[in-house]
């Protein structure tokens, strides 16, 4: 069923610089409410959440890492989705130090079929298959090719790691999977709340991911994601009628009034003038992220998690909307599609999102 949805979705892509789903929008009253609950939220102490978070990392884990472990999930989920965009990947992250052996650190590969062991981050890699992995720059330059020819041609491989405690070695046999060849980027030089696709990548802010927990930080990837699975960037451009500019958006999704804007996108804005996605295409990529979320395993009720940490940052945005529809909308608006999703599954349908009808 996920296949029809790919069609689907591009199919429609091409026909008009348009949105392409139909996605939720919430009622008057209900935002009406939701703006009154958010302002009880802004000035309460603790969020805490209305759902059983999941928590994918933990301290011992870089930005990178992190982001490799939650945003590598949403990838995989989405890939019958990302059309042509797609690879093979192990979804191993590794380090090397000089002299010491890789080490694995964003365990998210994917076991073959029957294989009982697991990797574990800190893993040291000893072996692929039959081929010894050196310590340092050469263990990885080895280890990178192995992983890249075997997900080409889609062939399981069999690691031998050394555990911390564990006297053996662990094999373990690993299935390359399908994912969005979307890059993933932690931008560190910079003191805003922001996330945004460029239609190559998805970019994250270290303000935003210190700010949010796992399962936020996936729905925010599922997001921006959509972004770029709909196309929105050039759709955007051709709307606008604006070539030249360049591929990137500036994707506000926190607002950054009251925060520096000093950073590398304030330049970016000032000398390139920011373009903005149309507040639809955030209501879709709202939409069709929540939906990628709960593909990928993670709650989708994250998405008012994040609103409400971004009303609480700026208590503003819950009834003013600039880049994106203001907080009350998109929480209200996300409650209707957590409804559809619930339905979707209880009744047994496929877990897709609603397309517009054709005109
Ligand atoms: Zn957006």
Redesign the pocket.
């Given at each position: 069923m996920r296949q029809i949805f790919a069609i689907l979705l591009i199919a429609t892509l091409t026909a008009c610089a348009g949105t392409t789903t139909q996605y939720s929008r919430a009622d008057q009253q209900s935002v009406a409410d939701e703006a009154a609950r958010l302002d009880k939220i802004s000035k309460a102490g603790n969020i805490s959440a209305s759902y059983t978070p999941v928590k994918l990392t933990d301290s011992r884990y870089t930005p990178e890492d992190r982001m490799a472990m939650i945003a590598g999930r949403i990838l995989t989920a989405a890939a019958p989705y990302c059309g042509n965009r797609i690879e093979n990947s192990f979804l191993l992250g590794v380090r090397s130090y000089q002299n010491a052996p890789v080490t694995i650190t964003s365990p998210l590969a994917v076991k073959a079929s029957g294989e009982k062991n697991d990797i574990q981050y800190g893993d040291e890699i000893q072996m692929v298959d039959t081929t010894s992995i050196g310590n340092g720059t050469p263990g990885l330059q080895t280890l990178v090719s192995l992983l890249t020819t075997a997900a080409k041609n889609n062939k399981p491989l069999t690691l031998q790691v050394q555990r911390k405690g564990v006297s053996n070695l662990i094999r373990v046999r690993l299935q390359p999977v399908p994912r969005c060849s979307f890059g993933l980027v932690v931008e560190n030089n910079t003191q805003e709340l922001n996330a945004?696709?460029d239609g190559k990548d998805l970019h994250f802010t270290l303000p935003l991911m210190n700010l949010l927990s796992d399962d936020e930080l996936a729905f925010v990837a599922g997001?921006?994601l959509a972004?770029n699975i709909l196309e929105h960037v050039s759709k955007t451009q051709n709307n606008a009628a604006v070539g030249g500019l360049g591929g990137t958006l500036i994707?506000l999704?926190a607002n950054s009034q009251g925060v520096n804007t000093g950073g590398k996108f304030g330049n970016i804005g000032a000398s390139m003038g920011v373009m903005k996605?149309s507040q639809d295409?955030?209501r879709e990529?709202?939409y069709v992220g929540m939906y990628i979320t709960e593909l990928a395993g993670l709650p989708p009720e994250a998405a008012i998690g994040v609103i409400e940490k971004f009303s609480k940052q700026n208590p503003e945005s819950i009834r003013y909307a600039s880049t994106?529809p203001a907080n009350a909308e998109r929480a209200a608006n996300a409650r209707l599609t957590l409804a559809e999703i619930r339905q979707k599954q209880a009744t047994g349908q496929p877990l897709q999102p609603n397309m517009r009808p054709p005109e």
């Open positions: 945004y696709a997001h921006e972004h994707d999704i996605y295409f955030e990529a709202d994106h």
